[in-house]
């Protein structure tokens, strides 16, 4: 079976974002898993999409931006309505890159 990278990025940003549902739930009753369970997805993403170095800042905070939205979703054993915020993420993320890249080419 062969998955296209975009498709691959966007079902591990999904896995995250169901990650991350979990680790807010624990964290919201004071069971602080956030720095206990690091699963390192968003490094995998951020290779995958060959994020360049001066522009890690502005994809660590884009990136954390849609997982500090993941708790606005229904929790599900699948994470199957997280879809719709994981597509969002990557081409937020994508859209971040263009206008960037569109930006250091004007100057």
Avoid: W
């Amino acid at each position: 079976m062969n998955i296209q990278k975009d498709e691959l990025i966007i079902k591990l940003i999904r896995q995250d974002l169901k990650h991350n549902q979990l680790i807010k739930g624990l964290d919201n009753l004071d069971l602080d898993a956030g720095h206990r369970h690091h699963m390192g997805i968003m490094g995998l993403v951020k290779r995958l999409m060959e994020v360049p170095e001066h522009l890690e800042n502005d994809f660590l905070g884009t990136y954390m931006g849609y997982m500090d939205r993941c708790l606005d979703y229904p929790i599900s054993s699948l994470g199957e309505e997280l879809r719709e915020l994981a597509e969002e993420g990557y081409e937020g993320l994508n859209k971040l890159f263009y206008l960037k890249s569109q930006s250091e080419n004007d100057q």
